[in-house]
């Protein structure tokens, strides 16, 4: 299984350090993707932007949108937004999709939020014409179309999912719930005819360090206050210490996860080299 980490472009007062910096640092350390979480209603950086500073300043380390609000993006703009990260990165990007959630992000982006199934799914069969040239768009990606992953816990993600794309990814929870949701990609793929194995992606949320447990109050008590007690229920969920991230990582391998993204709470550069500790010892 495949370890990366996650750009903390969504952790408030992140800064250009948090970015750049973070993203060498990580490619030196090994992990195998950046990756980014979305939101519109937030002051956090756009993932797009963030993976394009990140992907000028690497060679090897994978990018990925973990994931990206499909809905709330006119599909021809960021279909051509991301095969363009995806050519000048050399075909690094994995572009993981799905609705979304949050009423607020459909407002602010004058998007109907009760149609954003309908939409979505228009997006999966508009965006494979521009990746193939339709219409001029351009430009093409080096393998045809970046890696596509479906985000989502219901039946019709599972669906979405085996039809258009090469796997799925988990937005959050535990190991067990992952396991349960790989039954039900499995079933759908095989009701699609698919022959290949799909591709499978989880994350956590981690904090290390000396202050390990109020970075992950203040930044995950802060960017999921909308779930009111439930907030706290990731807060503590978080990893915050090197011995939960091995255990973490050993249960998704064993629920069949190819990859895991740990998420930072803080955007303190170290954190790269605290999780490399625990998680690629």
Known sequence: MEVGIGLPNAVRGVDRTGIV?????AEQAGFSTLGTID??????????????????????????????IAPLRPTPLFAK??????????????LGL?????????????????????IFEQQLSEMTAVWKGEGGVGPPPPNGRPRLL???????????????ADGWTMGGGPPDKFAEARQKLDAAWSAAGRKTKPHTMALFYFALGENAQH??????GDYYSFLGDMADQIVQGAAKDADTVGQYLSAF????????????????????ELLAAAALR
Not at 48 to 66: K, P, Y
Not at 98 to 118: L, T
């Open 150 to 164: 479906i985000g989502g816990s219901s039946d019709v993600a599972f669906r979405r999912a085996a039809r258009h």
């Open 215 to 220: 970075d992950a109050r203040r930044s995950l």
């Open 21 to 25: 910096e973070w993203a060498r640092l």
């Open 98 to 118: 799905a609705v979304g959630g949050r009423q607020d992000d459909f407002e602010a982006s004058g998007v109907d939020f009760h149609k954003r199934g309908r």
């Open 81 to 94: 937004q991301a095969a363009t990260i995806d050519s000048l990165s050399g075909g690094r990007l994995t």
């Open 39 to 68: 939101r519109m209603v937030y002051p956090n950086y756009e993932s797009f932007i963030a993976l394009a500073a990140a992907a000028a300043v690497t060679e090897r380390i994978g990018l990925a949108t973990d994931i990206l």
């Open 253 to 272: 391998e064993s629920a069949g996860a190819d990859e895991v993204i740990c998420f930072p709470t803080s955007a303190d550069p170290s954190q790269v």
